[in-house]
């Protein structure tokens, strides 16, 4: 593959990537970190690291992708900075955990991860099922504590937690504007300390690709990020004209398949 198709591809995963994020409210690392995988298979890449580099450049796309998001919720008072502020602590400290962890893992092993995740959100979306408000906002320590577990599971997974942040905030009986633009605020320092993480981690890897920074192949990154923001607000559009309940089942059925092909691989 010469490097102008393969960027080609990135820019189409890109305009997917927005396009789904927008339509269904998800992150686009949950789309991103599956297509990632596949592609880094056909440019003959090592599955020893094909995970690992999916996943530290799909946190380095959130890093661009998220400060679009964070000034939206924020002009519509959306962020909850109190909750942010003492989560973002924990989520730095557990996302450089994280990405040091999925380090540990091989290639193989990280993806079965990968796919775990994958089918169970699949599940979730299948099902509708959401935590039930059940508690307050813990203290400071609290939100430091659950910071920590969200930054270091997404940095596994190469997501920018909404996935995670937003159930949690629910179930502390946050309103949901306000759970969506706080956990688009944490998406952040997720990202952030998770791409260095994978920097860190990365570097100097025998494996990598031309155009690598430790974890993060710099092609994919400029193509999806060039194209993702734009079709994020296409994808929202689009929300507002196509019975998203059926789309979301769809999608859902989509990543059960992804999952599984993950699993049985």
Same mark, same amino acid.
């Given at each position: 593959?010469?490097?102008?198709?393969?960027?080609?591809?990135?820019?189409?995963?890109?305009?997917?990537?927005?396009?789904?994020?927008?339509?269904?409210?998800?992150?686009?690392?949950?789309?991103?970190?599956?297509?990632?995988?596949?592609?880094?298979?056909?440019?003959?890449?090592?599955?020893?690291?094909?995970?690992?580099? *999916? #996943? /530290? &450049? !799909?946190? @380095?796309?959130?890093?661009?992708?998220?400060?679009?998001?964070?000034?939206?919720?924020?002009?519509? +008072?959306?962020?909850?900075?109190?909750?942010?502020?003492?989560?973002?602590?924990?989520?730095?400290?557990?996302?450089?955990?994280?990405?040091?962890?999925?380090?540990?893992?091989?290639?193989?092993?990280?993806?079965?991860?990968?796919?775990?995740?994958?089918?169970?959100?699949?599940?979730?979306?299948?099902?509708?099922?959401?935590?039930?408000?059940?508690?307050?906002?813990?203290?400071?320590?609290?939100?430091?504590?659950?910071?920590?577990?969200?930054?270091?599971?997404?940095?596994?997974?190469?997501?920018?937690?909404?996935?995670?942040?937003?159930?949690?905030?629910?179930?502390?009986?946050?309103?949901?504007?306000? *759970? #969506? /633009? &706080? !956990?688009? @605020?944490?998406?952040?320092?997720?990202?952030?300390?998770?791409?260095?993480?994978?920097?860190?981690? +990365?570097?100097?890897?025998?494996?990598?690709?031309?155009?690598?920074?430790?974890?993060?192949?710099?092609?994919?990154?400029?193509?999806?990020?060039?194209?993702?923001?734009?079709?994020?607000?296409?994808?929202?559009?689009?929300?507002?004209?196509?019975?998203?309940?059926?789309?979301?089942?769809?999608?859902?059925?989509?990543?059960?398949?992804?999952?599984?092909?993950?699993?049985?691989?």
């Amino acid at each position: 593959m010469t490097l102008i198709y393969v960027f080609a591809s990135y820019l189409a995963l890109g305009a997917l990537a927005g396009t789904l994020a927008g339509l269904f409210g998800i992150g686009g690392g949950l789309i991103i970190v599956p297509v990632l995988i596949f592609s880094f298979g056909l440019q003959g890449i090592s599955p020893e690291i094909a995970a690992h580099l *999916a #996943v /530290g &450049t !799909s946190l @380095a796309t959130i890093v661009f992708t998220s400060l679009s998001s964070i000034r939206s919720h924020h002009r519509h +008072g959306a962020v909850r900075w109190d909750i942010f502020r003492p989560m973002a602590v924990g989520i730095v400290v557990g996302a450089i955990i994280g990405a040091w962890s999925a380090s540990l893992l091989s290639g193989p092993a990280l993806e079965l991860v990968i796919g775990v995740f994958v089918i169970a959100v699949a599940i979730k979306m299948l099902t509708g099922a959401n935590p039930k408000p059940g508690r307050v906002v813990p203290g400071q320590p609290g939100l430091v504590a659950s910071g920590g577990v969200i930054g270091w599971a997404s940095a596994i997974f190469g997501i920018g937690g909404g996935t995670l942040t937003v159930p949690y905030m629910t179930w502390c009986n946050v309103r949901m504007q306000n *759970a #969506v /633009g &706080t !956990s688009a @605020a944490c998406g952040l320092p997720i990202a952030v300390a998770g791409a260095l993480g994978n920097i860190w981690t +990365g570097w100097g890897n025998t494996y990598l690709p031309e155009y690598s920074v430790g974890f993060i192949y710099l092609p994919a990154l400029l193509g999806i990020i060039l194209t993702s923001v734009v079709f994020a607000r296409v994808g929202a559009t689009l929300a507002h004209r196509l019975d998203a309940v059926v789309l979301k089942r769809v999608f859902a059925v989509v990543l059960l398949l992804v999952g599984l092909r993950f699993l049985l691989s």
